[in-house]
């Protein structure tokens, strides 16, 4: 009975360190632990909505972090990856967020800026905040960012020795953007069904 008991309790702790694992935010402070998964800094799970606060994330230089023993400020230059709430990923490069959206191939990230567009009007020029996204991509999951286009990607491609020919039969510039009903990005659907593979 005993160690029937002492089963059940193994059970629930390993169920419960499970479920928190899967739902915690936090840090990776090097490429080497965000490769491994590993998070250098763990959020608070138990005050998770709140673990990251977006708002000085994505305005300010530094993140701010609750965990067990408090909170901490992280300048972005120390910072390599984060890991939200609600399981978004974001590398970190030159203090900018750089969303992962898809890693079932190239990793391919977006990146928001925003700027000042001028709008004239009949008497004056006024300008307005405008957000323009940008996508970047990677081979590998540390890889260097560059940004999306055919000719990156064929040259990448030749860098892992892939058939840089195929990009060639890739449609156009303008589907690289584009992704699918569950979210794949055509390029990403194109090279599995070509390769046959997917991570």
């Given at each position: 009975m005993k160690?029937?008991?002492?089963?059940?309790?193994?059970?629930?702790?390993?169920?419960?360190?499970?479920?928190?694992?899967?739902?915690?935010?936090?840090?990776?402070?090097?490429?080497?632990?965000?490769?491994?998964?590993?998070?250098?800094?763990?959020?608070?799970?138990?005050?998770?909505?709140?673990?990251?606060k977006t708002d000085n994330f994505f305005c300010k230089p530094y993140i701010t972090v609750q965990t067990a023993s408090g909170k901490l400020r992280i300048h972005k230059d120390?910072?390599?990856?984060?890991?939200?709430?609600?399981?978004?990923?974001?590398?970190?490069?030159?203090?900018?967020?750089?969303q992962l959206l898809d890693s079932s191939n190239l990793y391919i990230y977006k990146l928001e800026i925003i700027k000042s567009v001028p709008r004239k009007t009949l008497y004056t020029t006024r300008?307005?905040?405008?957000?323009?996204?940008?996508?970047?991509f990677s081979t590998t999951k540390t890889g260097k960012l560059q940004e999306l286009d055919l000719t990156n990607v064929r040259l990448a491609c030749m860098e892992k020795n892939k058939d840089c020919q195929l990009v060639k039969q890739f449609p156009k510039q303008e589907d690289l953007n584009k992704q699918n009903e569950s979210g794949q990005f055509l390029i990403n659907e194109f090279f599995n069904k070509k390769y046959n593979t997917t991570k």
């Open positions: 160690k029937l008991f002492a089963a059940i309790c193994l059970l629930i702790l390993a169920y419960g360190q499970s479920f928190a694992h899967k739902n915690c935010a936090g840090i990776y402070l090097s490429a080497e632990d965000f490769k491994q998964n590993k998070l250098s800094i763990i959020a608070d799970t138990s005050k998770c909505k709140k673990a990251i120390s910072v390599y990856a984060v890991r939200t709430n609600r399981n978004e990923i974001f590398r970190i490069e030159n203090e900018k967020n750089y300008f307005e905040k405008e957000t323009v996204i940008k996508y970047y």
